[in-house]
């Protein structure tokens, strides 16, 4: 069964850093775009940023300059790295492996239990 597992979630002053970890097993396809997708209470889940196996990277309009997506093929590992976070911020993110970004359109795939993120002002 495919599973993802992230970590690296916690309570940060606004202008601080997080580093999200996922690591994906069970997975076959690889090269398959590989996402953080956030969500807060209430709310639907919106897309971050995705990645495919090539290191192509999409942001939303939002974190761009601030977020840095990243992965290690070899292992199925994905990363988030979050600087000068905001309180809006403030959110659960969730890995997802088996992504799509069309236009406005973002859909994930499978998806991690999620891990949460708060930003204090």
């Known amino acids: 069964s495919v599973q993802l597992v992230e970590s690296g979630g916690g309570s940060v002053q606004a202008g601080g850093s997080l580093r999200l970890s996922c690591v994906v097993s069970g997975y076959d396809d690889s090269e398959d775009c590989m996402g953080w997708f956030r969500q807060g209470l209430g709310l639907g889940r919106e897309g971050v940023a995705v990645?495919?196996?090539?290191?192509?990277?999409t942001y939303r309009d939002s974190v761009k300059a601030r977020f840095t997506i990243s992965r290690i093929n070899a292992n199925n590992t994905l990363f988030l790295q979050m600087n000068s976070l905001k309180p809006e911020d403030t959110d659960w993110y969730y890995c997802t492996a088996g992504c799509a970004v069309a236009g406005d359109t973002w859909l994930g795939g499978y998806w991690g239990q999620g891990t949460q993120v708060t930003v204090s002002s």
């Open positions: 990645i495919g196996s090539d290191g192509r990277a």
